[in-house]
């Protein structure tokens, strides 16, 4: 069965990122847009980090799919959660979560844990999925969910 530590990821710099490294504690991904009504949930997604420390971690990926609200480049991007929301953790390279050309991860995201009605897609930014520390999809949260909320699933799986 395939593990979300089956994948590698590209960081905003170009680089390879194996999942695999992540091994042994729980991640939460999500997709990030610096222009949407739900970015100030990289504060909250921040707080969760620096909460949590090395026990979770938490991977950003910007996607431009929705209303075009991710238009910047890596470097461009990165700035903004540096200088705007003081981000710490991992914002990869910017990918599309839907459609022929969306990321193998994301495809596996969205096979383990449709949306609604079955539905293997993102409906908008800020979506965000919960992995255990073997790999495996355990939660699928809406966008319209603060990350603060998912402290208690969080939890369960330290």
């Given at each position: 069965m395939t593990s979300v530590h089956d994948f590698?990821?590209?960081k905003a710099d170009g680089t390879e990122q194996k999942l695999s490294d992540f091994?042994?504690?729980p991640m939460l991904i999500?997709?990030?847009a610096s222009k949407c009504g739900f970015t100030p949930q990289y504060e909250g997604l921040e707080a969760l980090h620096r909460e949590y420390g090395d026990k979770v971690e938490i991977i950003a990926f910007p996607c431009n799919q929705f209303?075009?609200?991710e238009?910047?480049?890596?470097?461009e991007i990165a700035?903004?959660?540096s200088l705007t929301y003081d981000v710490t953790f991992p914002v990869?390279?910017?990918v599309e979560v839907n459609g022929a050309n969306a990321d193998p991860l994301y495809k596996h995201l969205k096979k383990e844990k449709p949306g609604l009605m079955g539905l293997q897609s993102i409906k908008w930014n800020f979506t965000k999925f919960l992995v255990d520390?073997?790999?495996k999809v355990v939660s699928r949260h809406a966008p319209t969910e603060k990350p603060e909320s998912l402290k208690g699933d969080i939890a369960k799986l330290l």
């Open positions: 590698t990821v590209k091994a042994g504690k999500v997709n990030t209303g075009a609200q238009p910047g480049n890596a470097e700035n903004f959660c990869m390279a910017k520390k073997n790999g």
